[in-house]
T-cell receptor
């Protein structure tokens, strides 16, 4: 059972387009992290969200944590080729922060 | 800059030949994790250390062992690598299980 559903799994867009990646669950998370991973490298932390309804912005990236802390989204405005990579969401469940619950990832390709 | 360092970045070993991967951190985090990641999959937690306490995942094969001689260093030992153990091995650290910070990974090839 995949506790954190991430969608879409693959996304290929043109430079300048906007996109949104979703992570959804029926479980409540105490925090949720978004990572970006390039081929042959480790995941790089983009953001941690902890408060229901929280919105964080990182340049052209906007992250939102759902009011009930069961879901999150990542929105990229005016995507650039440098945004290409695997985007992973990972949640820490209340009372069990040791083991992150991972989404399966969204592989994003931004074409020039 | 504070960081998580993994050595080597690429490791080639022969079937059945023991191999050790290393991880060091300058973040002074008390928790260190080892993950296995296969192509296009999410990382899979093998085990972690909370301070000196070792915590093994139930489905981690006995072939995988770990050592943490001090706060800064952690090692992953694969006693008898099989072809199925070829993967990216990721080390991560955190302060009290909060946000995890990953190293660049070691790509293991088993011949």
């Amino acid at each position: 059972t995949q506790l954190l559903e991430q969608s879409p799994q693959f996304l290929s867009i043109q430079e300048g387009e906007n996109l949104t990646v979703y992570c959804n669950s029926s479980s409540v998370f105490s925090s949720l992290q978004w990572y970006r991973q390039e081929p042959g490298e480790g995941p790089v932390l983009l953001v941690t969200v902890v408060t229901g309804g929280e919105v964080k912005k990182l340049k052209r990236l906007t992250f939102q944590f759902g009011d009930a802390r069961k879901d999150s989204s990542l929105h990229i405005t005016a995507a650039q080729p440098g945004d290409t990579g695997l985007y992973l969401c990972a949640g820490a469940r209340t009372g069990n922060n040791r083991k992150l619950i991972w989404g399966l990832g969204t592989s994003l390709a931004v074409n020039p | 800059d504070a960081m998580v360092i993994q050595n080597p970045r690429y490791q080639v070993t022969q079937f059945g030949k023991p191999v050790t991967l290393s991880c060091s951190q300058t973040l002074n985090h008390n928790v260190m994790y080892w993950y296995q990641q296969k192509s296009s999959q999410a990382p899979k937690l093998l085990f972690h250390y909370y301070d000196k306490d070792f915590n093994n995942e139930a489905d981690t094969p006995d072939n995988f062992q770990s050592r943490r001689p001090n706060t800064s260093f952690c090692f992953l030992d694969i006693r008898s690598p099989g072809l199925g153990d070829a993967a990216m091995y990721l080390c991560a650290t955190s302060r009290d299980h909060y946000t995890q910070y990953f190293g660049p990974g070691t790509r293991l090839t088993v011949l």
